[in-house]
């Protein structure tokens, strides 16, 4: 499968942040609140500070618990080798996560899964002193149902609906059934849909959790790559994670940091992208994860009438360690007390929150990753792209929303100019004139000089408007095509990795269309890409 790319600045999109505009400019004030920005050489730099902080007791408990936690999978060889490798000093990871989206959910998903193999594969390449393995965290503990019960395929939403409460990774996986009766048309009777739909069937049929599941699903699609997948819903992990755990409820150490860098990104310009609590943990149950609170007895679960004292919930931490769940500002941390990660690899709304965090890191003596923005990409169809060819439309304009696409194009199919800057120039240049005469005998006349001028340069602005609709309604057929490929490769009007499951593609080209995306996803390269398919 050969496929064509072009490249264009992420900034150019309007689909990004100042934030993460500004990190990939490297703006200075910018540069407090990462650590290294990334690049083969930082991140090779990194790793020997990074292999030194890691302590063999806490590799041999991780390998123990991947080995554990993977022994169901039917494994590939590179996987085991991986996890076998995290025994050795020399041995580093490059990290991404998610939650459990149904079926992976968005295309983005896989795009941050083949960005750390990628990456890893690269930095492998160019040494030989480090190994580096591609890490998926599965966020099993989230309890946003919503983000994650559906997925679309070709615009229709597949949708699981259930009453089921708490973590999600612990959800049944009962009533998914459904789901496969819903796809079986869709996906049609040829070898690929065959195979997505036996796909689904065994990840969610023949599985009794929704973590269960989704570690079924990533295996079979990524496994060869050697992808290692971890879930940090685990006694054994958890209890590496009691120090910050125990600082946290007593302390609230998290929250006063959090908050000090918080306003410090505000102050130069930039947003709060998760507001810091004061405990920033969630306890587990059974059927919930319930927020944490401080009050005037000890501590209660939000919501419930249940409390504890100090003594009681210090004894429960040494317990029962795995109840105690960190919210998306501790995730980070857990993530790098139990892993030897030199990077992680996120969205721009996670390399947001990572900026607030860099200082708690610090003082809680944990090492702080150089973080990447995951690539992002848009797949054209072959026909798509020589339609855009044909007409003569440049892919950037697809960006800007469709009224702009419209205004844009008719005037280029325009033969009248339909812009009157030129005129509006000469107006101003001749009012100008006047304000001097104005001033010159009398200033009373400056008003109304005023006045006039802005009545004027209104009249003419009314009158371009109603120049571009004409020109609209002349070339309506010819805008169409236009928009029309617009909306069918930004669906509901978003970039298309936010929205698009890849069911959609792999239903075309099969598995040789993982192996082709994998070459083309680049996280080092700072630009949105447009693929060719």
Known sequence: ???????????????????????????????????????????????????????????????????????????????????????????????????????????????????????????????????????????????????????YFRNKKIEWES?????????????????????????????????LLQLFKEAYEEHNTLSEATRYLINTLFGDLGVVIIDGDSPILKQMFTPIVKSEL????????????TEQLLKVGYHEQVHPREINLFYLTENNRLRIEKDTEGYRLVDTDIHFSKTELCSQIEQYPERFSPNALLRPVYQEMILPNVAYIGGG????????????????????????????????????????????????????????????????????????????THLEQQFSDLYVLAKETDASFLGAVIAQERKQIKGLEHLEKRLLKAQKRKYAQEISRVTRIKNEIFPKENLQERISNFSEYYLAYGSSLIESLSKETSPLDGAFKIIVL
Not at 51 to 62: I, M, V, W
Not at 250 to 261: G, H, P, R
Not at 349 to 364: D, I, N, R, S
């Open 349 to 424: 709304g996670e390399l947001a929150y990572w900026f607030q965090l860099k200082e708690y890191f610090k003082q809680v003596e944990i090492p702080y990753p150089i973080v990447v923005l995951r690539t992002s990409m848009i797949l054209l169809e072959e026909k798509q792209a020589l339609k855009l060819d044909k007409m003569g439309v440049e892919k950037e304009i697809l960006f800007k929303d469709q009224p702009e696409i419209e205004a844009q194009w008719a005037r280029r199919l325009s033969e009248s100019p339909i812009d009157l800057s030129v005129q509006k």
């Open 250 to 261: 007593l302390e609230q150490k998290s929250y006063k940091t959090i908050q000090q860098t």
């Open 163 to 195: 009453d089921q409460k708490g973590a999600v990774g612990r959800f049944s996986t009962q009533g998914l059934e459904q789901l496969t009766k819903e796809l079986e048309p869709l996906l049609g009777r040829g070898e690929n849909g065959r195979y």
């Open 1 to 151: 499968m050969n496929m064509k790319n072009e490249s264009i600045p992420y900034c150019s999109t309007g689909y990004f942040s100042k934030l993460i505009c500004d990190y990939l400019a490297e703006k200075p004030i910018l540069k407090p609140f990462y650590n290294k920005y990334p690049n083969e050489e930082s991140l090779l730099a990194y790793a020997k500070t990074r292999s030194k902080a890691f302590s063999k007791t806490k590799r041999e408990r991780l390998v123990q618990e991947l080995i554990q936690q993977n022994r169901s999978l039917k494994r590939s060889t590179s996987v085991d080798e991986n996890i076998q490798s995290l025994s050795s000093p020399h041995t580093l990871t490059i990290t991404t996560g998610h939650q459990l989206n149904i079926f992976t959910g968005p295309l983005y998903f896989f795009y941050k899964i083949l960005d750390v193999v990628q990456l890893s594969k690269k930095l492998n390449e160019k040494q030989t002193t480090w190994h580096f393995v591609p890490v998926f965290w599965m966020a099993t503990e989230d309890h946003d149902f919503e983000e994650i019960n559906h997925f």
